[in-house]
């Protein structure tokens, strides 16, 4: 949590979940969704620092 933070990206990731269950949730709008990806850009991709971080990094790779 504290690295999203640093990142600036808990925020994102946070908007971006919500805005996939408003999209999902009467019916599966495909337009919709697609316009999520806009905003997956802006969310910093950090499981890979985090499992490098716990060791587990190789086990990613494989």
Known sequence: MTELKANHSLRA???FVQRAFVVNYNSRDVDATK???KMT???AILIIKIQK???GYN???Q
Do not use: H, M, P, V
Request: hydrophobic content about 45%.
């Open 13 to 15: 990731l946070q908007k």
């Open 35 to 37: 316009a999520l990806d």
């Open 41 to 43: 850009k802006n969310i």
């Open 53 to 55: 971080y716990a060791g």
């Open 59 to 61: 086990s990613i790779l």
